[in-house]
């Protein structure tokens, strides 16, 4: 196992070695990491410093980047002090000085806790955003760590925190790793203002406000921002309305009452019209001012089309950085996810509502990409949070205007969306034609509950089957990812996924395109186990029809709870909370155990285990169809 992982890494960094050789840009059109690139450009002080817990990719696929990239547009100097030691003399926190105008701190890509943990919370041997996979690079709960640092030193100067971590963490959250309830990541993390959800719009507006004299101190009408405010003392609410939650502390004592906290927060994170939030804990108020509307095509194409190299900063030198290497070769198409699944976290943070590209944009990306050092004519994905979102929105915005729903598709394909296939066909099709391109695919994960869907539209249905071949027989590099998740309805129900039966349905098109054209390709389905509504007897019955379908399983996983999903609430409260009913979820590592053991019937080791599992289930049919009889 060591040589082969030893192979792989030597590979990789003959990859990067290549790419330095040939890099195409000068230090200076990076974004500062050090006071000598500081000091190369010129500057005797940055406008703003952004802390990160990931490595600088300067890529329109990691937030630092993209912040970095906006902030220089709009007039500033930017400077990053990327994964900083936060367990020495704090030199990398003094290093830049103090900015002119504020700090940022961001955990990268993904909430600390999840980057680092199993959900077994057995630490990661590797980090995936960390040169050479080292996994000792960031702190647990890093934006506290480096927001607390930072306001210790630099108690003065404006701190905003922002990604994936903060904005999962805006409200009381339920917290897996420590197995309690936590207060608004703005409590601990002492910053001066949070902004949640995808930055360009609040940071634009925020950086407006400073260079027009208000202070950070005051800003309590920027939309998508969170901050605190003394009890009885909360600003005047310029938003359309104003919903209060249960305060922390009525939490900590109820769980019922925090369940009953999600369903508001979720349906006015997804609403194009919503209200502010109001929180209470200890002697303070949290405000969460309601999202900016989805971001225009206008807006998103300025997002991508900023000066990017694409590259790692050159600090990196020969070594490997497995997340850049996954996408340096991809095209994020949009932006959101009207899914809704219950264990995901892209709506809590994207969005429900999708934010499309012009297709101008997604092919100046693709040129760039062909000019690329090491790229052979390969995009590896044309895709987004869900493969084949791309332009579809409501029919008649007004009636998406009042929507309160979390999924657009779920418990059925909304009658107001367009899920038209047409203007993602011409994207591929697009592509596929641009000199340099031999092929393109789709790694992003498709949602075959919209391929399979017939709505009143006769041209949709028509684009839909048409998509669904040419997704088969012109972009699957021989795999395709899709995510049924289980096979029990009752727990695809609170997953808010589809029937088993629809994945079935396109396994039997899948199959039969690949005979047809004579293709050897896989379909590779995802699969979670310990999900809240899953019982033992259910992964047993997954194992078996899995089985019966001739799946050896891969691509699995045991639930994790995650802050700020539906998921989670269920299981850390016991109640659903759009219904206030129980639910079972497997909790303790044994029922965990219990569960998961059974995507891996075809273990032998295992067979004992199984058949007494399944005789105690009172499930001994189960045990010919596994053919766990057999010695």
């Given at each position: 196992m060591s040589s082969i992982t030893g192979s792989k890494r030597i590979e990789s960094k003959s990859i990067n070695r290549e790419r330095m050789v040939r890099q195409p840009y000068p230090l200076t059109r990076f974004l500062p990491t050090t006071r000598k690139e500081m000091d190369l450009l010129g500057w005797d002080r940055a406008d703003v410093i952004l802390f990160s817990g990931d490595a600088y990719i300067d890529h329109p696929s990691f937030g630092t980047a993209v912040i970095g990239r906006l902030l220089e547009k709009l007039g500033l100097r930017v400077a990053i002090v990327p994964q900083p030691n936060w367990r020495d003399d704090l030199r990398d926190f003094k290093k830049l000085g103090t900015p002119r105008m504020f700090f940022a701190v961001t955990a990268g890509v993904m909430d600390s806790m999840i980057n680092r943990y199993t959900a077994n919370r057995r630490l990661r041997s590797q980090d995936a955003y960390t040169p050479d996979g080292r996994a000792d690079m960031?702190?647990?709960?890093?934006?506290?760590?480096?927001?607390?640092?930072?306001?210790?030193?630099?108690?003065d100067v404006p701190l905003i925190i922002g990604g994936v971590e903060a904005s999962l963490r805006r409200v009381t959250h339920y917290d897996y790793w420590s197995d309690s309830l936590h207060k608004t990541i703005l409590v601990d993390s002492n910053a001066d203002l949070l902004v949640y959800g995808m930055g360009e719009q609040p940071i634009t507006r925020i950086v407006k406000e400073l260079q027009g004299g208000r202070g950070i101190s005051g800003m309590h009408d920027v939309p998508q921002t969170a901050f605190l405010a003394e009890k009885g003392m909360v600003p005047e609410n310029r938003f359309a309305d104003e919903v209060r939650l249960f305060s922390h502390e009525e939490c900590l004592k109820d769980k019922l009452k925090q369940a009953k906290n999600f369903k508001i927060v979720e349906e006015q994170s997804n609403r194009m019209e919503a209200a502010r939030i109001l929180q209470d804990v200890e002697e303070k108020t949290l405000v969460v001012n309601p999202p900016f509307p989805p971001m225009s095509e206008v807006e998103i194409d300025a997002s991508f089309d900023l000066p990017y190299t694409r590259l790692p900063h050159p600090r990196y030198k020969e070594k490997s950085i497995a997340a850049y290497e996954m996408i340096k070769f991809s095209v994020n198409l949009h932006r959101g996810c009207f899914g809704g699944c219950a264990?995901?976290?892209?709506?809590?943070?994207?969005?429900?509502?999708?934010?499309?590209?012009?297709?101008?944009?997604?092919?100046?990306?693709?040129?760039?990409?062909?000019?690329?050092?090491?790229?052979?004519?390969?995009?590896?994905?044309?895709?987004?949070?869900?493969?084949?979102?791309?332009?579809?929105?409501?029919?008649?915005?007004?009636?998406?205007?009042?929507?309160?729903?979390?999924?657009?598709?779920?418990?059925?394909?909304?009658?107001?969306?367009n899920a038209d296939h047409t203007p993602l066909l011409d994207i591929y099709r697009s592509v596929d034609s641009m000199p340099g391109i031999r092929k393109s695919f789709v790694g992003s994960g498709v949602r075959y509950d919209m391929l399979l869907h017939r709505g009143k539209e006769q041209k949709a249905n028509r684009a839909a089957e048409e998509y669904t071949r040419e997704l088969i027989l012109n972009h699957v590099s021989g795999r395709l990812k899709v995510a049924p998740?289980?096979?029990?309805?009752?727990?695809?129900?609170?997953?808010?996924?589809?029937?088993?039966?629809?994945?079935?349905?396109?396994?039997?098109?899948?199959?039969?395109?690949?005979?047809?054209?004579?293709?050897?390709?896989?379909?590779?389905?995802?699969?979670?186990?310990?999900?809240?509504?899953?019982?033992?007897?259910?992964?047993?019955?997954?194992?078996?029809?899995?089985?019966?379908?001739?799946?050896?399983?891969?691509?699995?996983?045991?639930?994790?709870?995650?802050?700020?999903?539906?998921?989670?609430?269920?299981?850390?409260?016991?109640?659903?909370?759009?219904?206030?009913?129980?639910?079972?979820?497997?909790?303790?590592?044994?029922?965990?155990?219990?569960?998961?053991?059974?995507?891996?019937?075809?273990?032998?080791?295992?067979?004992?285990?199984?058949i007494a599992a399944l005789k105690r289930l009172r499930r001994t049919d189960l045990i010919k169809k596994l053919h766990l009889d057999v010695k």
């Open positions: 960031r702190p647990d709960r890093a934006v506290t760590v480096y927001s607390r640092i930072v306001k210790s030193l630099y108690p264990f995901c976290t892209i709506s809590a943070h994207q969005g429900k509502f999708i934010a499309s590209r012009s297709k101008g944009s997604i092919l100046r990306e693709v040129e760039q990409i062909t000019r690329m050092p090491g790229f052979k004519g390969y995009i590896s994905d044309l895709g987004g949070p869900s493969a084949n979102m791309y332009k579809m929105q409501g029919r008649d915005l007004s009636v998406c205007a009042k929507c309160k729903r979390p999924s657009c598709i779920f418990p059925a394909v909304c009658p107001n969306l998740e289980h096979t029990s309805d009752r727990t695809l129900n609170v997953m808010r996924k589809p029937s088993f039966n629809l994945f079935q349905q396109f396994k039997k098109i899948f199959d039969a395109e690949n005979r047809k054209h004579n293709l050897n390709q896989q379909l590779i389905p995802y699969f979670i186990s310990s999900h809240p509504g899953c019982a033992e007897e259910d992964m047993a019955e997954l194992a078996a029809i899995t089985k019966e379908l001739n799946f050896k399983l891969e691509q699995v996983q045991d639930f994790t709870p995650s802050p700020m999903t539906l998921a989670t609430e269920i299981y850390y409260t016991g109640y659903h909370p759009y219904t206030l009913e129980k639910v079972y979820t497997a909790t303790t590592p044994a029922q965990k155990t219990a569960q998961r053991q059974f995507f891996f019937w075809y273990d032998k080791s295992n067979r004992a285990k199984l």
